[in-house]
């Protein structure tokens, strides 16, 4: 088993990445992935080829997505490509104002694949890039039943880190 940490896009999302997983006190491995156009800023972003190089190291391993804005997206292309390997996912700030429609439905098609009791997210009310009423919205048309945790917040961080644990200890 292994639980994956998946950040928002801007630099400062490393320490979000590193801080959740610091707080998962799991039985097993808890690994943030780092972006690489952090480091490079010449890079370029491609969710797809991501998670592409994510999977090439996953072997067998179950796992566990713990995932934050554009992460969100990361999680749906590995979600798509490997639904059994998924134990459980959490969605955190998902990007609805930021992503264009193609994402919008890699999103859904993930999601679909999934049983609503592997699945929690959060949402700011006001998260500027999506609200709270937005992404309930946003899942009903997936399925009414996968829960939303909307939290009070105009921001778009999510630092819930006990609340993350007590679902994938559950």
Same mark, same amino acid.
């Given at each position: %088993?292994?639980?994956?940490?998946?950040?928002?896009y801007?630099?400062? $999302?490393?320490?979000?990445? %590193?801080?959740?997983?610091?707080?998962? @006190?799991?039985?097993?491995?808890?690994?943030?992935?780092?972006?690489?156009?952090?480091?490079?800023?010449?890079?370029?972003?491609?969710?797809?080829?991501?998670?592409?190089?994510?999977?090439?190291?996953?072997?067998?391993?179950?796992i566990?997505?713990?995932a934050?804005?554009?992460?969100?997206?990361?999680?749906?292309?590995?979600?798509?490509?490997?639904?059994?390997?998924?134990?459980?996912?959490i969605?955190? &700030?998902?990007?609805?104002?930021?992503?264009?429609? @193609?994402?919008?439905?890699?999103? @859904?098609?993930?999601?679909?694949?999934?049983?609503?009791?592997k699945?929690l997210?959060?949402? $700011?009310?006001?998260?500027?890039? &999506?609200?709270?009423?937005?992404?309930?919205?946003?899942?009903?048309?997936?399925?009414p039943?996968?829960?939303?945790?909307?939290k009070?917040?105009?921001?778009?961080?999510?630092?819930?880190?006990?609340?993350?644990?007590?679902?994938?200890?559950?």
């Amino acid at each position: %088993m292994l639980t994956l940490i998946l950040p928002g896009y801007s630099p400062h $999302n490393e320490d979000w990445a %590193m801080e959740t997983a610091k707080q998962l @006190k799991l039985d097993h491995d808890v690994r943030p992935v780092l972006w690489e156009h952090w480091k490079d800023p010449s890079t370029k972003f491609d969710e797809q080829v991501v998670a592409d190089d994510i999977l090439s190291i996953l072997s067998d391993n179950q796992i566990n997505i713990v995932a934050k804005s554009i992460g969100t997206l990361v999680a749906s292309h590995l979600i798509q490509k490997t639904p059994d390997k998924i134990q459980k996912i959490i969605f955190s &700030g998902i990007p609805l104002n930021d992503i264009n429609d @193609k994402a919008k439905r890699e999103i @859904k098609q993930a999601l679909l694949k999934l049983s609503e009791s592997k699945i929690l997210c959060f949402q $700011n009310d006001k998260d500027p890039h &999506g609200s709270g009423a937005q992404i309930k919205e946003f899942l009903a048309e997936i399925n009414p039943d996968i829960r939303l945790i909307v939290k009070s917040g105009s921001d778009h961080e999510y630092p819930y880190y006990s609340e993350f644990l007590e679902f994938l200890k559950s």
